[in-house]
């Protein structure tokens, strides 16, 4: 069996052996094209591998522990997560590593390399995996290369490459891997060109930058950009950029660097360059005989192909390919820190001004006219930034996964999600609106004659300087008793908040866990010490990315709930003329207005409503166990409280475990009353998840139905080191004896 076939070696029945971009390079290279020196480690010694150190049961039983089709996003990138951590943690055997060696090392020795993917899937002509799965630049040395190709291995089980598996309906399960090995070609302009427009099939487009591909790749370069006749080859347009960064080879892997002013002023390509690469590219079309993404760079004058692929993506009306948005998973440090950057300094402050803007309008004020306009108003506002908040929040999260991803590169931790320690006990804003709760819970704790107001509901009696921390509260998180993230309905009412500050009152809350705070630090510090100069800077800068993150996922729906808050407070004015003017027998004519823009809101496009009841098949035999996903460590004891709509948030005890569909970042309110937290939407980086860590909570994620198999008032336990939830007893011995007390969170540190 051979294990690694060097280019000019592979055959025409080895496509499978080595996949498409390995073949494909092989054949371009036989045919008079100019490719670097490559040899391929076949798909055969992946199986053995995962065979040998036993990751394919390991897989098995990951992929398995959910319906692969029900999970979400967040879900798949937790499995995708673990397996990734799997890989890193077992090298490659002894006895497969004497079949590899020889021969990286007599063609590589010390060269620098690059470590590129190969799926037998890949590059088919109905399938483009291009940047799904990883490649790795400028990889030196025998154990590098080694390291680097189960890094590559890995990422057949990414969470963008799983996804696209399932769309397009091949098997994950079946999935294999072959690794294409390339000496570097240390180009000074390299680029992509696509013989046939995806957008116009009578153009050609040509993208370049200075520098290695890796930043046009990834997004953190822009290129400069021509569009071909593709029947002439005449240039049509040329779109120029700001030339500011080019990437660059360093000891290990790239960097991003100002690229020298001389070159900033002049277009990576002239003329004559552009009709040489887009002949070339055509000529690989030819080959090939389909249209082609084709991959290169200049080498001093030489023009050298990296690879090329089918394209998938070209226009015919048809497609709902949706390989773009699993490519958005992907993002790199410099593209994050764009984001960053855009998110802090312009949307956020921008999400604020617009609620704050739309707080100031007396709703009581504007004829039925206007007020219809000022929904529509609103609800064209909301639905503006629901749509930044998929563009740039949602994508924003990803400095969690790509700290993850180098956290366990780097230190490989048996603890798959050991880096989430350093990203806890940031500030957010959910915590400052419990803490501004607390703060008023513990003034009526201590004044009864408060507590009786509020229990009664009274305004007029309350204690002006409360008065005024209870408006302050109410305009900058609103008065918890509208339901927000989907529906229409909103009652304004305060008794929810006075009911949950009467509440917290009688059972006073600790604080945000604070108990890792060593741990952190330490952490944090053996984190660093792998890296040493600007290597280290640039690790604390992610570190420091990453929290922000992390801080965001749990923020970005409190700034979009005030927004929202705004268009639900303008629905219930309408409702309120409505019911005023039909118990007075006012005629249609008066609200009909109103009633259009509310029916209009009814009938739309529906969203989704994480407190809307679950409808489906009603269990009459619960099952002993529900498993999840384990997503905060601890075990709990307690009573059931299901949440199906947003009122039943007023209804919530201390000590209670809290289950719903998921933690909306404008109920965590009373995440702080909870002894543990179950959700059916599953992932470490859901809100749920992040808020229960932050105060020290069990937290399983990801149970099908969890809102229909567990009811109000069930005595259950939460495991949050297995992920998995006991109905009716603890499977802990005799709480009242040596097991677990009811409502007892456990901490097992270091267990």
């Given at each position: ?362 709703l009581t004020a504007l004829s039925d006219q206007d007020l219809a306009q000022e929904i529509k108003r609103r609800w064209e506002t909301n639905h503006k930034w629901v749509g930044v908040y998929w563009d740039d929040f949602i994508p924003f999260a990803h400095g969690v ?351």
């Amino acid at each position: 069996m051979k294990w690694v076939i060097s280019a000019e070696n592979i055959q025409q029945d080895d496509l499978k052996r080595v996949g498409g971009k390995g073949y494909a390079l092989a054949l371009l290279g036989k045919n008079g094209f100019r490719i670097p020196e490559t040899v391929c480690i076949a798909s055969a010694v992946y199986k053995e591998y995962v065979a040998r150190t036993g990751l394919r049961e390991r897989i098995q039983l990951e992929l398995h522990r959910k319906d692969f089709k029900e999970m979400r996003w967040e879900e798949i990138w937790d499995c995708a997560t673990r397996i990734r951590n799997m890989f890193l943690r077992k090298p490659i055997p002894d006895s497969i590593a004497k079949h590899l060696s020889p021969v990286i090392q007599s063609r590589f020795k010390d060269k620098p390399v690059a470590v590129r993917s190969s799926a037998p899937e890949e590059d088919a002509a109905n399938a483009s995996f291009a940047g799904l799965h990883e490649s790795y630049i400028n990889v030196s040395g025998l154990d590098s290369i080694m390291e680097h190709i189960r890094k590559v291995w890995a990422s057949l089980w990414s969470d963008a490459a799983l996804l696209y598996r399932q769309e397009i309906g091949l098997s994950v399960e079946k999935s294999s891997m072959a690794v294409v090995i390339q000496a570097i070609v240390s180009g000074d302009r390299s680029g992509v060109a696509f013989t046939q427009n995806p957008n116009d099939p009578s153009q050609g487009v040509i993208e370049s930058v200075y520098g290695l591909n890796q930043g046009l790749v990834d997004g953190t370069v822009e290129p400069d950009r021509w569009i071909l006749d593709r029947r002439t080859q005449r240039i049509i347009s040329h779109t120029p950029v700001n030339r500011r960064y080019w990437i660059t080879p360093m000891e290990q892997g790239v960097q991003l660097s100002p690229l020298p002013e001389s070159k900033s002023q002049i277009p990576p390509l002239n003329a004559q360059e552009i009709q040489e690469v887009y002949s070339r590219a055509r000529r690989s079309e030819d080959f090939f005989a389909t249209p082609q993404d084709v991959e290169w760079t200049y080498e001093g004058e030489d023009l050298v192909i990296l690879q090329s692929r089918p394209i998938t993506s070209l226009s015919n009306g048809k497609s709902e390919d949706n390989r773009g948005w699993y490519l958005s998973l992907h993002r790199s440090f410099d593209n994050l820190k764009s984001l960053r950057e855009k998110i802090e300094a312009e949307l956020i402050p921008a999400m604020i001004a617009v609620a704050e803007e739309m707080a100031q309008i007396d709703l009581t004020a504007l004829s039925d006219q206007d007020l219809a306009q000022e929904i529509k108003r609103r609800w064209e506002t909301n639905h503006k930034w629901v749509g930044v908040y998929w563009d740039d929040f949602i994508p924003f999260a990803h400095g969690v996964r790509l700290f993850g991803q180098v956290y366990n590169d780097v230190m490989q931790p048996e603890d798959t999600y050991e880096f989430i320690d350093l990203l806890a006990q940031t500030k957010m804003a959910s915590l400052e609106r419990n803490r501004m709760l607390e703060e008023m819970a513990d003034r009526v704790r201590h004044d009864p004659q408060l507590a009786a107001q509020l229990k009664n509901g009274d305004h007029s009696k309350l204690d002006q300087g409360f008065l005024k921390d209870l408006e302050t509260f109410i305009q900058k998180f609103g008065d918890l008793s509208c339901a927000v993230t989907g529906g229409t309905q909103c009652v304004q009412d305060a008794m929810p908040l006075f009911t949950i500050l009467r509440e917290m009152a009688s059972h006073p809350i600790s604080p945000p866990n604070q108990r890792k705070s060593k741990t952190t630090d330490n952490l944090k510090e053996k984190f660093l010490g792998h890296f040493d100069g600007d290597q280290q800077t640039r690790a604390a800068e992610l570190l420091d990315l990453a929290r922000a993150s992390y801080q965001l996922r749990d923020d970005d729906n409190v700034y979009l709930g005030r927004i929202e808050a705004q268009l639900l407070s303008a629905i219930q004015e309408a409702r309120q003329r409505i019911h005023k003017q039909s118990q007075a027998g006012g005629k249609d004519s008066i609200s009909a207005d109103l009633k259009k823009v509310l029916d209009d809101l009814d009938h739309g496009p529906e969203t989704l409503n994480p407190y809307q009841k679950q409808t489906g098949q009603n269990y009459k035999i619960k099952p002993r166990q529900l498993v999840g996903q384990p997503a905060g460590p601890g075990i709990s004891r307690g009573k059931a409280r299901v949440i199906q709509h947003h009122s039943d948030l007023a209804e919530f005890k201390s000590g209670e475990v809290l289950i719903c569909d998921a933690v909306d970042p404008n109920m965590t309110f009373v995440v702080p009353l909870a002894s543990g937290v179950v959700e059916r939407r599953g992932g470490m980086l859901i809100h749920g998840a992040i808020i229960a860590r932050e105060y020290g909570l069990p937290c399983v994620t990801g149970i099908p139905d969890a809102t229909l198999l567990i009811q109000t008032g069930d005595e259950i336990t939460v495991d949050g080191y297995l992920g998995i939830v006991t109905l009716g007893g603890t499977g802990l011995g005799d709480p009242g004896a040596d097991g677990l007390k009811e409502n007892q969170v456990m901490d097992f540190e270091g267990t």
